[in-house]
Structures are given as structure tokens and as C-alpha cells.
Nanobody, 120 residues
């Protein structure tokens, strides 16, 4: 399965972004999807996940008030809406796919990432 993220960029603090991840190569609705991020010099960390149907979601506690993960199985796409962005949100954001609905880093397939930079 192949994953391609988009939607990153430079945004001012307080702004918002919506990241997208298009999946190809297999049946999208067979996979749970996750978003992770990795800041420069730090470990990759879990951000959010959604199950195959979109009926269940996980969020990391520190971000859950500012994030929404959603999916459109007809478009083979998962989204991450981010609000009230802060400079500490600056990171490369990765989507990932796995047949398990998990919030660890053990996803089987990963995209190349999209950079989000938040200026103060």
C-alpha cells in the first residue's frame, strides 16, 4: 500500500491546516489510519488514529482539543484538521496504515511526510 501526504506548509501561530493522505495499492477501507509527527531532533510521536469505518478515533491527550481526524473511504483519503496551531506543532507529519486500530508506532505502511512549520 502506498501513502502520499499533502497539505503541509508555513502558517502563522493561531492558524489552521488540513493535512490529507491518499492511499493506493490496496483496499483503503481494510485499514486503520494514523497520523504521527516528528520534530527535528525528536522521536516520532503519535497524533491521532481512526478505525476502518471512521466510527472510532484516538487522539493524543495534549492535542485532542485542536485536532480532528476523519476519512473518506470513497476517496481513499484520511484527513487531519489542525486548529490554533502553535510553533511547537512544527514537525514533519506522517500518515500510516495498518490493519490494526492502534496508537503505537507499529504501523505497517508509512507515507513520506509533509512538513508543517508554524511561525510565531
Amino acid at each position: 500500500v502506498q501513502l502520499v501526504e499533502s497539505g503541509g506548509g508555513l502558517v502563522q501561530a493561531g492558524g489552521s491546516l488540513r493535512l490529507s493522505c491518499v492511499v493506493s495499492g490496496d483496499t483503503f477501507s481494510s485499514y486503520a489510519m494514523g497520523w504521527f509527527r516528528q520534530a527535528l531532533g525528536k522521536e516520532r510521536e503519535f497524533v491521532a488514529a481512526i478505525n476502518w469505518s471512521g466510527s472510532r478515533t484516538y487522539y493524543t491527550d495534549s492535542l485532542k482539543d485542536r485536532l480532528t481526524i476523519a476519512r473518506d473511504n470513497a476517496k481513499n483519503t484520511v484527513y487531519l484538521q489542525m486548529l490554533s496551531l502553535k510553533p511547537e506543532d512544527t514537525a514533519a507529519y506522517y500518515c500510516a496504515a495498518d490493519r490494526r486500530f492502534i496508537k503505537t508506532i507499529d504501523y505497517s505502511s508509512w507515507g513520506q511526510g509533509t512538513q508543517v512549520t508554524v511561525s510565531s
